[in-house]
């Protein structure tokens, strides 16, 4: 099974990708950790983001990897363990910036879809179901009004103890909306067989809930015929 979750910055993907494929004994990719991987590899590199062909080519020679369990997943660069090192501010700016390159999401969307071939897997990005993998078994598009992910993602940072305000990290998301929707190159939309799901009023287990029970549903129709 091919399991395709999109959505904007702060919707719950990562968690909930992580419950899928843990409750379902899946392989679990985060997207977004290999582009932040790649964004590490071009900042390590020293090469300017404006110059697309320079970045692109850092990005087509970085050896990503992602390894383990859903809950102890590892982002590996070239063989290093790069985990905690992506989760900064800069690279989550730089990630951004380099991901509205077709070369760089090119070269990606080809790991992304090598990866897949290994068996059974949960994908979260902007365009798993779009462009990564369009025919996935099931396809989610996860969303939330912008003031909730702000909200989310805001007390994740505090967590993490950086220091930016709520108002900063909305204003954050509302620009990475922007750009994620309008880029040339597989911008963020729903796929058109995707269930949609507004967690704006709910918790985490409950949108786990709904898509267990859209999964299972699928998997009973897929059965009957």
């Known amino acids: 099974m091919i399991i395709a979750i999109d959505g904007p910055s702060g919707a ?3 968690t909930l990708g992580r419950m899928l494929a843990r409750n379902l004994n899946l392989l679990y990719i985060d997207t977004g950790a290999m582009y932040r991987a790649a964004a590490m590899a071009v900042l390590e590199s020293g090469v300017s983001t404006t110059d697309e062909e ?8 970085a050896r990503i990897n992602l390894t383990g369990d859903p809950d102890s997943l590892q982002v590996l660069l070239d063989g290093r ?3 905690d090192e992506i ?26 879809r090598e990866m897949g071939k290994r068996g059974g ?13 369009p025919d996935a078994d099931v396809k989610f598009f996860l969303t939330a009004r912008p003031e909730e992910r702000a909200q989310r993602r805001y007390e994740e940072d505090r ?10 990290t909305l204003a954050d998301i ?26 704006t009023e709910l918790s985490i287990e409950e949108v786990f809930a709904k898509m267990m029970s859209a999964i299972r549903e699928l998997e009973g129709g897929a059965g009957r015929s």
């Open 174 to 199: 509302n620009v990475r909306d922007e750009r994620d929707s309008t880029r040339a190159d597989s911008p963020l939309h729903k796929a058109d067989d995707a269930i949609v799901i507004d967690s």
């Open 12 to 14: 719950g993907k990562s």
């Open 121 to 133: 897997v949960v994908l979260e990005g902007r365009d798993i179901g779009t462009v990564v993998f």
């Open 54 to 61: 320079a970045v692109a080519d850092v990005v087509a020679r």
């Open 81 to 83: 363990n790069i985990s």
């Open 87 to 112: 989760r900064t501010e800069e690279v989550s700016q730089t990630s951004s910036v380099i991901s509205m390159i077709p070369a760089v999401r090119r070269a990606l969307v080809a790991r992304q």
């Open 159 to 168: 967590l993490r103890e950086r220091n930016a305000t709520l108002d900063e």
